[in-house]
């Protein structure tokens, strides 16, 4: 590298030919796939851009390996920062390191010590829950032919929620997949796994006879995740769980005005109805 030259990730310059990295990241893109869709793409960027700690390409090493990740530092800076230290058996993620070989860096959710401010979180939320409760949970879903997929995501991925047969048949339950981020807090799990359920019982996730559930999908995606966030504020509070429901509709601003409450207040009771809550008071809701 000549004086005053910008090395650039490995150390080198800029004026160096870059096709060996080039063809390391189209090898990746084509072996994954990850990256085949517009929506994807612009996941990727929206992520490179939030990690302004890491080099452009170690941040899309960061989001192949562990999709949802919300902020990753190696051992020496989240002891030196935050007082915090990897959980026993944590996976390490692998970014490259100038001029060396790699480097091992945790996520959030893969630490602990010293409490972290609420704001570090994504889906922040409070409060007590039964021992057992999510296996409980578990186990009323599957005998309703709901299934519970716990996903190995990073903080900024919660949960997802899909049809998965579609026989028509008005005497069969269709069935459901839902995916919750097993690294989460058990409070910020359940809630989650409202919110899914949710999408499921409002229609958002195709018709089902028996169940008596029409289609309904609005074509605005901030009217659906407002009226599935909105059935998981109303189950939760009632429950005492306390979720930041506000900061999670902050990007969805605009589209209450459509909201279906009759809509979203009998969707909040099948839910209840099927996991065995509020938690509080006692009792099935009357």
């Not at 990746?28 to 939030?50: N, V």
């Not at 006879?209 to 189950?235: G, N, T």
């Amino acid at each position: 590298m000549r004086p005053g030259e910008q090395g650039d990730l490995f150390g080198r310059s800029e004026t160096d030919d870059q096709d060996p990295d080039r063809a390391l990241i189209d090898q990746l893109i084509a072996d994954t796939q990850l990256y085949s869709t517009s929506s994807a793409l612009k996941e990727l960027f929206d992520f490179t851009a939030r990690m302004k700690n890491m080099a452009p390409f170690n941040a899309m090493l960061l989001h192949a390996q562990k999709p949802g990740i919300s902020y990753a530092m190696t051992v020496q800076d989240w002891w030196g920062r935050f007082r915090r230290r990897p959980k026993e058996g944590a996976r390490p993620l692998i970014i490259l390191r100038n001029f060396g070989p790699v480097n091992f860096v945790y996520d959030v959710l893969d630490t602990e010590g010293e409490e972290l401010p609420e704001a570090a979180f994504s889906f922040p939320t409070t409060g007590k829950l039964p021992f057992g409760f999510l296996r409980a949970c578990e186990h009323a879903m599957a005998g309703e032919d709901l299934r519970l997929i716990w996903l190995d995501q990073g903080d900024r991925s919660a949960g997802f929620a899909r049809r998965i047969t579609n026989h028509g048949d008005p005497k069969k339950l269709q069935t459901f997949e839902v995916g919750v981020n097993r690294n989460h807090p058990e409070p910020t799990q359940v809630v989650t796994l409202v919110h899914e359920l949710a999408h499921i019982f409002l229609g958002h996730c195709g018709p089902d006879f028996r169940r008596k559930i029409k289609h309904y999908r609005p074509v605005d995606l901030a009217l659906r995740e407002i009226e599935a966030e909105s059935v998981a504020y109303v189950v939760a509070k009632r429950s005492g769980l306390a979720p930041r429901s506000e900061s999670y509709l902050d990007s969805y601003k605009g589209a209450s005005g459509d909201l279906d409450v009759h809509r979203v207040l009998s969707s909040a009771y099948r839910i209840e109805k099927l996991l065995g809550m509020p938690l509080e008071g006692g009792g099935s809701p009357q």
